[in-house]
């Protein structure tokens, strides 16, 4: 994978301190857990119903509930996909698995294309999600009401006979294409099941219930996911200006995982679904205003796409706030313009090392990380409750400053798209980073962090 280091640092990021930035991406089981046996229980609850209401005309309506939350399960895949709404990683593993069987999407191949989603946010040309490139293809943007062009047999076929084209392999790194292709070919199977089971039983009910059901029921979650980027700007780095706030009342909130609040879930992906809504109330005033309702995005959109057609350079600019504060979650340390200490010595192995200044003791607090710049090269260093860590600052997988994200337990999480690394080895414990992190030696002496480093000059920058 290329660095995109550049590019991620280019994306614009709302002013919010890191010590507030980190208590939003806090993980939580519990919430997980009662969010996913919640809407498992609507679900459940409305295909009951349903399977009360066959032979009569309550069936159309019923199922169409059915349908509708069905088709929701692939916000519980979404949200999986970038590891948040869970702390334990096996629950939100497993449940990425289920969802992403349910939704009809293999969940390794459909991960990595997210992951380049979040990248390249309506690049046109590198983001695999766009809807439709301006002008609007209208009866795509239609078909998808039915369900028509969501679920993408054909990657799946594919990667199951063991043919990985020149698209997967842009995106999936050749590590992972075993474990795609039997999980093809397993899904493969899964669905031939459902299939058979409906010869045995005699009964089209297992498909009605699972992937007849993405169809019937494609109808409001299109109408939803329609809202996130559709007639705004393309090829800008500002998710502010190719991404929409909306408010929603709060059954559908709760049905759509919050996603809602997009513009949030673009800019800190790190974030989980329940934090949202308050990271919406602590930076709104740093975006565009939120449309009041869905009406009101579509009474926008609509002679937007119209319009797109005769003119399609023609785009909606949502209006920002001025003037755009700076970022404090990348701001460069106040006590910057303090002398280094900068000194060589010898190691135990005669290794001559270069010692230079990080921070000071108290500015690095355990469970935490620092990043640190010197000679372009960027470092992160590590306070954990049983000492410090340094490994070099850039994740292994696109490039983003990893002090940008979040230490949990003895890991750091990437702030781009949660891959993750043990911080005492370097050595990556989930994709999508794959290649270990280098190893630096660090220490504490006279009130100060120092690394060692080779090279000089040194600039420092605390995130
Ligand atoms: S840049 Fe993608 S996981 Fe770090």
Known sequence: MPDYGDVLEKWHKSGIPRSELTQFMRRSDAKGILQTLSFLAVLGGLGYLAFRTIG???????????GTVYCFLNHVMHETHHRTPFKSVWINEAVHWISGFAHGAEPIFDRWGHTQHHTFTYII??????????????????????????????????????????????????SDWKKMIWSSRFWLLGYALIVASCFYFNTVLPLVYTLFARFYGAFIPTLLNDTQHIGLAQDVYDHRLCTRDV??????????????????HHMFPGVPFHALKKLHSRIKDQLPPAYGNVWAVYKEMIPTLLKQ???????????????????????????????????????????????????????????????????????AVYRLPDGLYATSGKCTHAGAILAKGIVIGGEIECPAHQGRFDIRSGISTRSPACDRLELYRVKEEAGEILLAIPGQPLSHLRL
Request: contains cysteine; proline residues 11%; hydrophobic residues 40%.
């Open 247 to 264: 408010y929603l009342n709060p059954v559908i909130s709760f049905i759509y995982w919050n996603m809602q609040y997009h513009i949030e």
């Open 56 to 66: 009569t005309w309550w069936a159309i309506p019923a199922f169409f509930a059915y």
């Open 309 to 379: 057609q005769k003119d399609p350079d023609y785009f909606v600019t949502p209006k920002l706030p001025e003037p755009a504060p700076v970022s404090l979650t990348s701001r460069v340390d106040a006590a910057d313009g303090r002398a280094r200490k900068e000194f060589t010595e010898r190691d135990d192995e005669g290794n001559l090392l270069t010692w230079v200044t990080v921070c000071p003791s108290d500015g690095l607090k355990a469970p935490d990380v620092v990043s640190f710049l010197h000679k372009e090269k960027y470092y």
């Open 125 to 174: 040309g590198k983001d695999p999600e766009v809807v439709t490139p301006r002008p609007a293809n209208i009866p795509r943007i239609l078909g998808q009401f039915f369900g028509i062009g969501i679920i993408k047999p054909l990657p799946i076929i594919r990667h199951a006979l063991g043919i990985i084209d020149g698209y997967t392999r842009e995106l999936v790194p050749e």
